[in-house]
């Protein structure tokens, strides 16, 4: 897989599901915890749209 090739770690099954969603065009809101990765799933999707802009918004 991609992900881990580039940045050596293996997603979770939720990650390469948000990762799907938000590449399928659809807005995403992913609620986790401290540490469980959520800055993983923000950069999953430029490694299958390099050319793509990311927004985050945080609290």
Known sequence: MQTQHVFG??????QIKATSAILSGKDVICIVGTGMG???TFWMPLLFRPDGVQIMVTL
């Open 9 to 14: 770690v293996r997603p979770c099954l939720w």
């Open 38 to 40: 959520k800055t993983l």
